[in-house]
């Protein structure tokens, strides 16, 4: 049965005027496999078991946690809502006979007569007692909900042990100022001449209908600084209602997307009473006495830096474990990209999963290779070096009479970097171990990478990170343990395919160009706003132009780790054949 609280204005004074009892409530904050489904009951299962034994009457697990987040064009075939079905009836089954008495709230997907629903179900005791469809659908960035879902609009509130409880899910307590929340050029606040106040109407409708706290699935995927948005946007939501707040957070990787899960509690003040771990599985056992949220447990935020770098381990760890690959192979090049690259895949797997190859060439530094040798010594990995001179010098033979007359240019030097791909790629396909390429963001962005050389790969680990990013995260790598030798950090970059070759001899300064590119694609500022900032005219001019240029490029790079509020990913979305050029001026 469905139990829907459909309350009057005066209900709601009325019920708040009546003492509510104790309730020990949990946060299941779990780390799923999409499509994983008996393994993901399995999951819910076992932190249900522990949220009992701690005294939990009530387990709150994340959105859509029974087949994990997001699903995408799985959600265009019947056979999966019917399996979905069938695990949720199954586990319902079987937290009545292992756990009578406890209520569940799982997040699944819904197939209801033909319609297609984001949902919450309600378990206790081998039956379904309520069920909440998600109202606000997003649709912007990573997200695209609105291509398989349609919206609910009724409340849902459930009544355990006298305390009166709503559901809502994720989208439904930011509201449509989502887009604009999630981008920091505009301080997450609503631009002048916007028109209205935003509105999240999904918990008022919850508190019109009665609730007394509010229960809040979520799939919210990390980008940096995304914590203090969501206590911003809770407490304007705790504010509106009156009501205090759980909100439950998926964790773990999914291919490009790394959920942060750090869960937390709002009282109705908005104090924080509860703040779980990030990056980390876990189950946080919640005290409500009369309602109101105790004193829990807070852990402390993470430094920038600390967090960017838990993330990018536990899209590795997630996306190799989860795949199935048995290690990673990474190519050295004795610079910082390669060398924070192994680190990661060091501390997110185990120095004994990971295999790093130096390939020098006639142009590769003497220090260059003696750096590299240090940071596996360091590491403890399997290393080894393979001079690629002698293929090099083979393809040259080949194509001399091509070639002859012809000046050396980025022919030679793309030659080289896709001998290297192409070895990594044959010890790939031998090992079985995936590539890891170690190409940055600022890279990606002005296209600084050889399309089937250093871009070869399964999986680009510092895709999202910029070059300036990459320095600050080595040197919180050092405080760790200084395994990254010091002269990696303070020599010039460069990739080494002609003599004396450095990065500024055809960009401008990582500085000015991680600024330029973190304003025109991650804040959608226009080129003649980037140059009323200070930057020289010619920088921006080359920077935006190298930007839609090597669209092509990053069509065809792997898939990557996302840790800002926008990356060349599923939300950077510009057609390659283009003759559009914003004006400089």
Same mark, same amino acid.
């Given at each position: &049965?469905?139990?829907? %609280?459909?309350?009057?204005?005066?209900?709601?004074?009325?019920?708040?005027?009546?003492?509510?009892?104790?309730?020990?409530?949990?946060?299941?904050?779990?780390?799923?496999?999409?499509?994983?489904?008996?393994?993901?009951?399995?999951?819910?299962?076992?932190?249900?078991?522990?949220?009992?034994?701690?005294?939990?009457?009530?387990?709150?697990?994340?959105?859509?946690?029974?087949?994990?987040?997001?699903?995408?064009?799985?959600?265009?075939?019947?056979?999966?809502?019917?399996?979905?079905?069938?695990?949720?009836?199954?586990?319902?089954?079987?937290?009545?006979?292992?756990?009578?008495?406890?209520?569940?709230?799982?997040?699944?997907?819904?197939?209801?007569?033909?319609?297609?629903?984001?949902?919450?179900?309600?378990?206790?005791?081998?039956?379904?007692?309520?069920?909440?469809?998600?109202?606000?659908?997003?649709?912007?960035?990573? %997200?695209?909900?609105?291509?398989?879902?349609?919206?609910?609009?009724?409340?849902?509130? %459930?009544?355990?042990?006298?305390?009166?409880?709503?559901?809502?899910?994720?989208?439904?307590?930011?509201?449509?100022?989502?887009?604009?929340?999630?981008?920091?050029?505009?301080?997450?606040?609503?631009?002048?001449?916007?028109?209205?106040?935003?509105?999240?109407?999904?918990?008022?409708?919850?508190?019109?209908?009665?609730?007394?706290?509010?229960?809040?699935?979520?799939?919210?995927?990390?980008?940096?600084?995304?914590?203090?948005?969501?206590?911003?946007? &809770?407490r304007a939501r705790v504010r509106e209602t009156g009501l205090p707040m759980v909100f439950a957070n998926?964790?773990?990787?999914?291919?490009?997307?790394?959920?942060?899960? =750090?869960?937390?509690?709002? @009282?109705?003040?908005?104090?924080?009473?509860?703040?779980?771990a990030a990056f980390e599985e876990g189950v946080a056992l919640v005290q409500l006495k009369d309602g109101?949220?105790?004193?829990?447990?807070?852990?402390?935020?993470?430094?920038?830096?600390?967090?960017?770098?838990?993330?990018?381990?536990?899209?590795?760890?997630?996306?190799?474990?989860?795949?199935?690959?048995?290690?990673?192979?990474?190519?050295?090049?004795?610079?910082? @990209?390669?060398?924070?690259?192994?680190?990661?895949?060091?501390?997110?797997?185990?120095?004994?999963?990971?295999?790093?190859?130096?390939?020098?060439?006639?142009?590769?530094?003497?220090?260059?290779?003696?750096?590299?040798? =240090?940071?596996?010594?360091?590491?403890?990995?399997?290393?080894?070096?393979?001079?690629?001179?002698?293929?090099?010098?083979?393809?040259?033979?080949?194509?001399?009479?091509? %070639?002859?007359?012809?000046?050396?240019?980025?022919?030679?030097?793309?030659?080289?970097?896709?001998?290297?791909?192409?070895?990594?790629?044959?010890?790939?396909? *031998?090992?079985?171990?995936?590539?890891?390429?170690?190409?940055?963001?600022?890279?990606?962005?002005?296209?600084?990478?050889?399309?089937?050389?250093?871009?070869?790969?399964?999986?680009?680990?510092?895709?999202?990170?910029?070059?300036?990013?990459?320095?600050?995260?080595?040197?919180?790598?050092?405080?760790?343990?200084?395994?990254?030798?010091?002269?990696?950090?303070?020599?010039?970059?460069?990739?080494?395919?002609?003599?004396?070759?450095?990065?500024?001899?055809?960009?401008?300064?990582?500085e000015s160009l991680d600024a330029i590119m973190a304003d025109y694609m991650e804040n959608d500022m226009?080129?003649?706003?980037?140059?009323?900032?200070?930057?020289?005219?010619? @920088?921006?001019?080359?920077?935006?132009?190298?930007?839609?240029?090597?669209?092509?490029?990053?069509?065809?790079?792997?898939?990557?780790?996302?840790?800002?509020?926008?990356?060349?990913? *599923?939300?950077?979305?510009?057609?390659?054949?283009?003759?559009?050029?914003?004006?400089?001026?």
């Amino acid at each position: &049965m469905t139990e829907h %609280f459909n309350r009057s204005s005066s209900a709601v004074r009325n019920a708040a005027e009546t003492a509510s009892p104790s309730l020990t409530l949990a946060i299941a904050q779990l780390n799923v496999t999409l499509g994983d489904l008996a393994g993901n009951c399995q999951r819910i299962l076992d932190a249900c078991h522990q949220a009992a034994a701690g005294g939990a009457r009530l387990v709150l697990t994340p959105e859509l946690s029974l087949c994990g987040y997001p699903p995408e064009d799985l959600l265009l075939r019947s056979g999966f809502f019917r399996d979905c079905a069938q695990a949720l009836a199954q586990l319902s089954q079987q937290l009545a006979q292992q756990l009578p008495g406890l209520s569940v709230v799982v997040g699944h997907p819904l197939l209801d007569g033909g319609r297609r629903f984001n949902a919450a179900s309600v378990l206790r005791d081998g039956q379904v007692i309520a069920q909440y469809r998600k109202h606000t659908l997003p649709n912007y960035t990573v %997200f695209d909900e609105q291509r398989y879902f349609e919206a609910g609009d009724a409340p849902c509130v %459930f009544e355990l042990d006298g305390l009166r409880l709503g559901i809502n899910i994720c989208e439904d307590v930011w509201g449509p100022q989502g887009p604009l929340t999630a981008n920091p050029h505009h301080g997450g606040r609503q631009r002048a001449g916007d028109g209205a106040e935003w509105v999240a109407q999904a918990p008022r409708l919850a508190q019109q209908a009665g609730a007394q706290l509010l229960l809040v699935l979520n799939a919210s995927p990390y980008h940096m600084r995304k914590q203090g948005s969501r206590y911003d946007v &809770m407490r304007a939501r705790v504010r509106e209602t009156g009501l205090p707040m759980v909100f439950a957070n998926l964790v773990g990787g999914q291919d490009e997307l790394v959920f942060d899960g =750090a869960s937390f509690v709002l @009282d109705a003040q908005g104090e924080l009473t509860e703040q779980m771990a990030a990056f980390e599985e876990g189950v946080a056992l919640v005290q409500l006495k009369d309602g109101v949220p105790q004193r829990g447990q807070v852990h402390s935020a993470l430094s920038l830096e600390a967090e960017v770098y838990q993330a990018l381990c536990l899209g590795v760890r997630d996306y190799i474990g989860k795949n199935g690959f048995p290690g990673a192979l990474i190519g050295l090049s004795g610079g910082v @990209d390669s060398a924070i690259t192994l680190c990661i895949a060091c501390d997110a797997l185990g120095a004994e999963r990971v295999r790093a190859v130096m390939m020098p060439s006639q142009y590769t530094a003497e220090i260059s290779l003696e750096d590299s040798r =240090a940071l596996v010594r360091n590491l403890g990995v399997r290393y080894d070096e393979w001079p690629i001179k002698p293929v090099f010098d083979g393809f040259l033979s080949t194509l001399e009479a091509e %070639f002859r007359g012809l000046p050396v240019d980025a022919t030679e030097e793309n030659l080289q970097a896709r001998i290297r791909g192409t070895l990594m790629m044959a010890l790939s396909n *031998k090992s079985g171990a995936i590539v890891l390429t170690t190409g940055n963001k600022s890279e990606m962005a002005v296209g600084y990478a050889t399309l089937y050389g250093d871009m070869a790969g399964g999986f680009a680990v510092i895709k999202d990170i910029a070059k300036t990013l990459v320095y600050r995260l080595c040197a919180y790598r050092n405080q760790l343990h200084a395994d990254i030798p010091e002269r990696i950090l303070t020599r010039a970059p460069s990739a080494e395919l002609r003599p004396d070759q450095t990065d500024q001899d055809s960009l401008p300064p990582y500085e000015s160009l991680d600024a330029i590119m973190a304003d025109y694609m991650e804040n959608d500022m226009s080129p003649s706003e980037i140059i009323a900032r200070g930057h020289r005219p010619e @920088d921006v001019k080359r920077v935006v132009e190298l930007i839609h240029r090597n669209e092509y490029k990053r069509r065809q790079a792997p898939v990557g780790i996302r840790v800002t509020h926008r990356g060349f990913g *599923k939300d950077w979305r510009y057609p390659i054949t283009s003759k559009y050029r914003e004006p400089y001026h």
